[in-house]
Antibody
Framework: EVQLVESGGGLVQPGGSLRLSCAAS????????MDWVRQAPGKGLEWIGR??????????EYAASVKGRFTVSRDNSKNSLFLQMNSLKTEDTAVYYC??????????????WGQGTLVTVSS | DIQMTQSPSSLSASVGDRVAITCRAS??????LAWFQQKPGKAPKSLIY???SLQSGVPSKFSGSGSGTDFTLTISDLQPEDFATYYC?????????FGGGTKVEIK
């Protein structure tokens, strides 16, 4: 059974940093692209970043809203995904979800989601 | 960036109804479209990928169609557990983007 468990959320001041983790199990972690998606309170879903798999050299992609401030990384030895968030702004307040993807032709889509972790950026 | 526009933003329906939600992409995305269901306070759940393929374990009352720029999610025989918010997302190119969501409420 696929399980994704996020941790590391909490209250942080504007300009601060936070590192989220996602512990994965139930699948061969290194084979899959992994995503981070967030949802501000009362708002819709926003894709924010992706790390590719081993075959594609673990390269990353980001949404413009977080590029240069957030970094997606992974530790395949620990089946873990990370989101390092720097220079946090109040508008980064959201529930952050990690998500597993599956390959279809040359594209990868989300098939499983974690339960999410809340990040609050406030003074 | 590719913009995804869902309509309607909300709808009211009765148990047993059939409803359709549309999702329009600002440029062609082939069939690289997914649909998700989200209930209040819960994580999203994956329903459909490749525009019309059901995720494992998703009941056949959910169906998807379309290609290019216009897509539809249809839910048949609405049941209380289907009342939720539904999102489309393209995965054709970066950045991946979601539609704004459609809230399906009980009439």
């Amino acid at each position: 059974e696929v399980q994704l468990v996020e941790s590391g959320g909490g209250l942080v001041q504007p300009g601060g940093s936070l590192r989220l983790s996602c512990a994965a199990s139930g699948f061969t972690f290194s084979d899959h692209y992994m995503d981070w998606v967030r949802q501000a309170p009362g708002k819709g879903l926003e894709w924010i970043g992706r790390t590719r798999n081993k075959a594609d050299h673990y390269t990353t992609e980001y949404a413009a809203s977080v590029k240069g401030r957030f970094t997606v990384s992974r530790d395949n030895s620990k089946n873990s995904l990370f989101l390092q968030m720097n220079s946090l702004k109040t508008e980064d307040t959201a529930v952050y979800y990690c998500a597993k993807t599956l390959r279809f032709e040359l594209h990868s889509y989300i098939d499983y989601w974690g339960q999410g972790t809340l990040v609050t950026v406030s003074s | 960036d590719i913009q995804m526009t869902q309509s309607p933003s909300s709808l009211s329906a009765s148990v047993g109804d059939r409803v359709a939600i549309t999702c329009r992409a600002s440029q062609g995305i082939g069939i690289y479209l997914a649909w998700f269901q989200q209930k209040p306070g819960k994580a999203p759940k994956s329903l459909i990928y490749a525009a019309s393929s059901l995720q494992s374990g998703v009941p056949s009352k959910f169906s998807g169609s379309g290609s290019g720029t216009d897509f539809t999610l249809t839910i048949s025989d609405l049941q209380p557990e289907d009342f939720a918010t539904y999102y489309c997302q393209h995965y054709h190119s970066y950045p991946l983007t979601f539609g704004g969501g459609t809230k399906v409420e009980i009439k």
